[in-house]
């Protein structure tokens, strides 16, 4: 991006995760949210419904049985936090940390087809999971389908207590 462009409105430039969120995670975990986090900030569309006034900054959490999406400006100007009910993706979480189980383990002993089916299944749950989060949020948030993908990887983190 040149000096005299401005920044594009309609994304993410930091994202933070609430550390009393996170409980202990095993290497690949924390592995994972590194690499979301720095994928979403290299790759994002995110807007809030109705405002124009970006780049953003997202705080994300758990409160209360409660995804928290808190939303700044990127000098730290408080935009909107949006809470949003984790009871829909109960299900879904549970079925990709068991399938993500599996494929740790599989990556260490099996086979490279095995490794290949298994990772197949956990990226069409990571979809599937994804789809989910973007219909929760149509009403607040504009986001591609790879920003989506990205944010539940992070809620995911947030879910796992290690």
């Not at 705080?59 to 990127?74: C, P, Y």
Request: glycine share 6%.
């Amino acid at each position: 991006m040149s000096a005299d462009k401005p920044a594009d409105p309609h994304r993410l430039v930091a994202v933070t995760l609430d550390e009393n969120s996170i409980g202990r995670a095993s290497r690949d975990v924390e592995h994972e949210r590194a690499v979301a986090i720095y994928d979403l900030l290299e790759d994002n569309s995110f807007a809030p419904v109705g405002h124009d006034g970006g780049p953003y900054a997202l705080h994300i959490g758990i409160a209360e049985n409660r995804l928290v999406l808190d939303i700044k400006l990127a000098d730290g100007e408080p935009v909107v936090t949006h809470l949003l009910s984790l009871s829909p993706f109960r299900r879904i979480v549970k079925d990709y940390f068991m399938i993500c189980d599996s494929y740790y383990a599989a990556i260490r002993t099996a086979t490279p087809d095995r490794i290949e089916a298994i990772d197949m299944g956990r990226r069409g749950l990571h979809d599937e999971g994804s789809r989910i989060l973007q219909d929760r949020i149509k009403r607040k948030l504009t986001v591609d389908f790879g920003t989506a993908r990205r944010l539940f990887t992070l809620i995911c983190v947030l879910h796992w207590k290690g």
